[in-house]
């Protein structure tokens, strides 16, 4: 069994800074990757960054050169450090990660998603 618990959301004024978290546990062997998405209300859910297990970052268009993921490797933590916030990013945000949860060949991974942490931003 694994989870994925974020935190770290919240209210804040545009312009400004939040950090997200997202703590994977349970019967973790290896994580793929971690990222993360975000659904707006009434919108679809859209990704936003993804960190490999190598270390490979990348971005949506839109939070490009704002948003930086990256990884405690030692606690299967991720972060999303979200600057320069816009009310355009006011959506729930889910961490993903793609697990192995156990040893083999070849190595089958399990997709798990997180419950989610609300971020608004106030214009």
């Known amino acids: 069994q694994v989870q994925l618990v974020e935190s770290g959301g919240g209210l804040v004024q545009a312009g400004g800074s939040l950090r997200l978290s997202c703590a994977a546990s349970g019967s973790i062997f290896s994580i793929n990757a971690m990222d993360w998405y975000r659904q707006a209300p009434g919108k679809q859910r859209e990704w936003v960054a993804a960190l490999t297990s190598g270390c490979s970052t990348n971005y949506a268009d839109s939070v490009k050169g704002r948003f930086t993921i990256s990884r405690a490797n030692a606690k299967n933590t991720v972060y999303l450090q979200m600057n320069s916030l816009k009310p355009e990013d006011t959506a729930v945000y889910y961490c993903?990660?793609?697990?192995?949860?156990?040893?083999?060949?070849?190595?089958?991974?399990?997709?798990?998603w997180g419950q989610g942490t609300q971020v608004t931003v106030s214009s």
């Open positions: 993903y990660a793609r697990i192995a949860t156990s040893a083999g060949a070849p190595v089958i991974t399990y997709t798990y």
